[in-house]
């Protein structure tokens, strides 16, 4: 089976028995999109509105905002997979509770194992936290960082970026986020 039939299968048993509690208000799970031969993988927090009313990750103005800053280093939006900690629009695109992170965890972790990328970047501080549970976005975004995750298998790279949405209209945080975006491809010139 190829990676993408493999997520097919894996969304498909996912959509029917994650007990995710945001299931009853959400329309639709939003699934993982893009390359599922890609080196990167991205990890946002949660679908919002638009993601929930269509049914894919980051396609509003943080998606918008996502899909320039990869032009600007020359990857396209359909050549990385880009997914979410949670699969389902939390109401009023309130923070995910960790019980609702907790629930979509194993669904998150096989998608992972699926792709098994080279890099995967954090967009925001909730898929940071996951990983590095006592680190602070605002310490370590920007930073290429190695880490063996026991369900991942063998050690994995990471980088943390702050969350595009959070960084649209906030000057500061756009251009510190612009600037790391920057070192993807040197951390995967590292890495490959
Ligand atoms: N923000 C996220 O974290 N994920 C999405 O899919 C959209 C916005």
């Not at 959509?15 to 893009?34: I, M, P, R, S, Y």
């Not at 050549?79 to 979509?104: A, F, G, S």
Request: charged residues 30%.
């Amino acid at each position: 089976m190829t990676k993408r039939e493999q997520l097919d299968e894996l969304n498909k048993y996912w959509q029917e028995n994650c007990e995710c509690g945001l299931k009853v208000t959400a329309t639709q799970a939003v699934f993982g999109d893009g390359n599922a031969n890609s080196d990167i993988v991205f990890i946002g927090e949660a679908p919002g509105k638009n993601e929930d009313l269509q049914g894919k990750p980051f396609i509003g103005a943080g998606g918008k905002f996502l899909a320039e800053m990869l032009e600007s280093i020359k990857i396209k939006r359909e050549d990385v997979y880009i997914t979410n900690i949670v699969k389902y629009r939390p109401p009023n695109n309130r923070d995910p509770l960790p019980e609702e992170k907790e629930e979509c965890n194993e669904w998150l972790m096989n998608e992972l194992r699926i792709i098994s990328p080279k890099l995967i970047v954090f967009l925001g501080r909730h898929p940071m936290g996951r990983f590095f549970p006592t680190e602070k976005i605002s310490d370590i975004h920007g930073k290429l960082l190695i880490k063996k995750i026991p369900e991942l298998g063998e050690k994995q790279a990471f980088l943390a970026l702050y969350h595009p949405a959070a960084a649209l209209y906030n000057g500061g945080l756009r251009e510190t986020l612009i600037k790391d975006f920057k070192k993807i491809p040197k951390a995967l010139e590292k890495i490959l």
